[in-house]
């Protein structure tokens, strides 16, 4: 017995991360060669195959959730790091002020706008490489934006609202327009180029002031700055995993169904006609450990998470839809394991 409880404990370390009230216990994994005694724990490939799955949840316009199942954290994070900071995008990135006579600076005026998503596939476009590389249609997308701002004729006497009184008296991400360049008006004939959404507040104007200025977009990774990063968010946690050691029956299942979102615990009759508490939907649950304070539930109850399955969120910011996000993530690491895998071999370390 005492064999099988040690084999429980170990299971349970390798498996789980497990949630007290003041900790969090085995919070590393441990599946590496010479952990455990006369286990081969070395990494191989067609076990991995067996167990990696990708679980869709959903995919919308601009986000989706899936599970990961099977990996390690480094690579969920690795992915993560990637979407935030390695798929290329478009944003403006040169701002040639010909005018400006609103109150805002034109300092900040240009970053404003670098911050605006661009609707332009960066899959089409190439990297500009440093200053001596000039501006053509296939590297660079232009933008210009020229509005003034004027009284309204045709404003109601008592109009108080400044866009009643007011021709632009708000600049928009809408007034951007597209100047294609080369063959780019052929090229995006289809889906032209602009903004991804039409009313994001640039500056205002009052009469008599104006804004009459070019904007180069150019493909960049959201490393070097995040107006080029293509996702809102990218994050993942892991699978919860709400072990009930002990029935819990009568008023108390009720109490310990409310010590959990909506969702996650329901009380359902047992075969002594007793209420029962039940774990139906532990994804639901955002592990708050209110559970834990209560005593009675102390020995009943073990909150864990599921070491290897990953829930991933992505929220685009609407340049590429997240699906195409993430098979661009994987590209890029796979081309990273192939730049390690070839230093191996130029450095003779590398023997398979």
């Known amino acids: 017995m ?16 497990v949630l007290h009230k ?28 067996e167990n990696f799955r990708i679980v869709i949840g959903f995919i919308g316009k601009n986000d989706m959730e899936f599970d990961m199942i099977g990996v390690d954290a480094a690579i969920a994070n690795a992915f993560r790091r990637i979407l935030i900071g390695e798929v290329p995008t478009m944003a403006i990135e040169k701002v040639y002020i010909m005018n400006n006579t609103s109150i805002m600076h034109d300092e900040i005026l ?21 200053a001596d590389d000039p501006p053509t249609d296939l590297n660079t997308v232009v933008l210009k934006l020229k509005i ?15 866009s009643d009184k007011f021709i632009n008296s708000s600049v928009l991400s809408s007034h ?9 008006a052929e090229k995006f004939k289809n889906d ?4 991804v959404i039409d009313d994001i507040l640039i500056t205002k104007l009052r009469p008599g002031q104006e804004i009459d200025m070019e904007l180069h ?33 009568g008023d108390s299942a009720y109490k310990f169904q409310k010590c959990f979102p909506k969702g996650v615990v329901e009380v359902e009759q047992n075969d002594s006609g007793e209420p029962e508490a039940k774990v139906v939907n532990p994804r639901k649950d955002t592990v ?24 991933f969120s992505i929220e685009s910011t609407g340049i590429l839809p997240p699906q195409v996000l993430f098979v661009e993530a994987a590209q890029i690491l796979i081309n990273k394991c192939k730049v390690v895998k070839a230093a191996l071999h130029s450095s003779g370390a590398y023997f398979l």
């Not at 441990?30 to 990494?43: A, I, K, R």
């Not at 404003?112 to 500009?128: E, M, T, W």
Request: charged share 25%; aromatic share 8%.
């Open 217 to 249: 977009c150019q493909k960049g990774i959201g490393k070097e700055h995040a107006k080029w990063s293509p996702v809102a968010t990218a994050s993942y946690r892991l699978l919860p995993d709400i072990q009930i050691l002990e029935p819990i029956t």
């Open 148 to 162: 003034q701002c004027s009284k309204n004729p045709n404003a109601p006497p008592m109009a108080a609202l400044p």
């Open 110 to 130: 240009a970053q404003r706008l670098g911050l605006i998503p661009i609707k332009a596939d960066p899959r089409l476009f190439d990297f500009r490489r440093g």
């Open 288 to 311: 708050s450990r209110e559970v834990l304070r209560h005593a009675e539930f102390e020995k009943k109850v073990r909150l864990t998470r599921v070491r290897d399955h990953f829930i």
């Open 192 to 195: 032209p180029i602009r903004p």
């Open 22 to 49: 003041d900790r969090v216990a085995h919070p590393s994994s441990m599946d590496f060669p010479h952990t455990f005694p006369n286990e081969d724990l070395s990494w191989d490939l067609t076990k991995f195959k």
């Open 2 to 17: 005492t064999a099988v409880h040690d084999q429980d404990a170990v299971n349970l370390m390798r498996t789980r991360v």
């Open 176 to 184: 951007l327009q597209w100047d294609p360049q080369g063959e780019q």
